[in-house]
């Protein structure tokens, strides 16, 4: 068994809700953790960046006081994300309020720094970063993150091509601490594959945005209902770092998914004008053939657990 932190070992279901760009807010992140599962969101999705502070303070606000009504059956913890990269100049402020609010688990990306992890370390919290490949891993863990989200083929936004399969057996060669796994997973059927191959937690992002609680446009979530795995291209053309994005989008923005240029990867851009210019382009992941229907979160949360109960009963 994975050696999991206090903050992760009794999760009353083993999913992360992954951090949704311009989607999460704190009224996802909170019918998440509520619902039973890890909720989080992108430190950036807050704009200015004096409105984290308001969101940190709503989240752990309500969230204990849920927690005092139902102390039999406490919510899930909650995560903020934070972009390691350059060009997110943001990074120091916003983890200067995760280390004020005493956020439980911080979500690493594109980039792994020591300072960060030492920052969460400081109150107790927990990092977890995400990784493309094996490589990445090592590279995170020796710099100190707690655990690793793996991100396979298949992935909604940000992703890399790795088998699932050949991505956690790898992993788990050399690691026993928490992993996550993401890419296409948006059943309770795919959550139970993903302990089974050797992962504590399923990582799931594009089935949450099908949900009432999604700060997504109407279309985006009805897209997402409409579309299947043929409707998601792999482009870097966006940020500059590959990953899958709705096809009818493109279109709408008047251009040919199936003829997309290549960017330039030293021009990415997190939080600036080239990620506005693509707020239109809907990031999305290849498990979107199993969202049937726009629901709550927490009808959503229930349908997964019984197509989790049910998977296990098959197998046992």
């Not at 311009?22 to 019918?31: E, H, N």
């Not at 053309?237 to 709705?246: A, I, P, S």
Request: proline share 5%; charged share 20%; glycine share 8%.
């Amino acid at each position: 068994m994975s050696k999991l932190p206090a903050v992760l070992a009794n999760l009353p279901f083993p999913v992360i809700g992954s951090p949704l760009f311009i989607i999460s807010t704190p009224q996802l992140v909170i019918a998440q953790c509520i619902a039973g599962v890890v909720g989080s969101m992108p430190a950036l999705n807050a704009r200015p960046a004096e409105q984290l502070e308001e969101w940190l303070i709503e989240i752990t606000e309500t969230l204990a006081a849920y927690n005092l009504a139902h102390p039999d059956a406490p919510a899930a913890p909650f995560a903020i994300n934070q972009i390691v990269h350059k060009s997110n100049d943001r990074l120091d402020h916003d983890m200067a309020m995760c280390v004020k609010y005493k956020v439980p688990i911080i979500i690493t990306s594109l980039g792994a720094r020591e300072d960060i992890n030492a920052a969460a370390h400081s109150y107790g919290g927990v990092v977890l970063h995400d990784v493309i490949n094996n490589k990445h891993a090592h590279k995170a863990i020796e710099k100190g993150a707690d655990g690793l989200i793996a991100v396979a083929a298949g992935a909604g936004g940000h992703a890399g091509l790795k088998s699932p399969f050949a991505l956690i057996q790898e992993i788990r060669q050399w690691f026993d601490g928490p992993l996550a796994l993401s890419g296409s997973i948006a059943t309770g059927d795919a959550v139970l594959a993903a302990q089974a191959m050797g992962a504590d937690f399923a990582y799931i992002g594009s089935a949450f945005i099908a949900t009432d609680e999604a700060r997504a446009a109407e279309a985006y979530k009805q897209s997402i209902v409409d579309s299947d795995s043929d409707d998601i291209v792999y482009s870097n053309l966006f940020t500059g770092v590959h990953g899958n994005y709705l096809a009818p989008s493109i279109r709408n923005a008047g251009m040919d998914p199936a003829n997309l240029p290549e960017s330039d990867p030293s021009k990415m851009n997190f939080g600036g004008d080239k990620t506005k210019a693509w707020k239109d382009i809907w990031g999305c992941g290849q498990g979107i053939g199993a969202v049937h229907q726009v629901q709550s979160t927490a009808d959503f949360v229930a349908q997964l657990k019984r197509q989790y109960a049910d998977a296990k009963e098959r197998i046992a």
